[in-house]
């Protein structure tokens, strides 16, 4: 029984340095996300962090700044939500689907 255990955990050593491994190259990863037909784009990593912001200078008007916070925001937003989805389903190969909490 103690066997079985111990290759439990060395099962388990194993998934965790794998787990961390495609952390690391998935942080190295990027993903670009526009709104308002490209006029905002943004990029994030796997981290789900914003590496950079472009905004077309045409957008930029005085009379109308809640419009360019709404492009920056669907834009950044749909950014992370794609790095969320690929984070997921590189863990989901990882860990044959199962739902392992606070992975992303």
Same mark, same amino acid.
């Given at each position: 029984? &103690?066997?079985g255990l111990g #290759?439990?955990m060395?099962?388990? =050593?194993?998934?965790q340095?794998?787990? &961390?491994? %495609?952390q690391?190259?998935?942080?190295? +990863?990027?993903?670009? &996300?526009s709104?308002?037909?490209?006029?905002v784009t943004? +990029?994030?990593?796997g981290? =789900?962090q914003?590496? &950079?912001?472009?905004i *077309?200078?045409?957008? $930029? *008007?005085?009379?109308d %700044?809640?419009m360019?916070? *709404?492009?920056v925001? $669907?834009?950044?937003?749909?950014a992370? +939500?794609?790095?969320? #989805?690929?984070v997921?389903?590189?863990?989901?190969?990882?860990?044959?689907?199962?739902?392992?909490?606070?992975?992303c």
């Amino acid at each position: 029984m &103690a066997k079985g255990l111990g #290759q439990m955990m060395k099962q388990a =050593q194993q998934m965790q340095q794998k787990m &961390a491994r %495609v952390q690391q190259e998935l942080e190295q +990863r990027e993903l670009e &996300a526009s709104a308002g037909g490209g006029m905002v784009t943004a +990029r994030v990593n796997g981290k =789900q962090q914003v590496l &950079a912001l472009t905004i *077309d200078p045409s957008v $930029v *008007d005085p009379q109308d %700044v809640e419009m360019l916070q *709404d492009l920056v925001l $669907v834009a950044i937003n749909e950014a992370i +939500r794609q790095s969320q #989805q690929m984070v997921q389903e590189e863990m989901g190969k990882l860990t044959g689907g199962l739902s392992i909490p606070g992975l992303c």
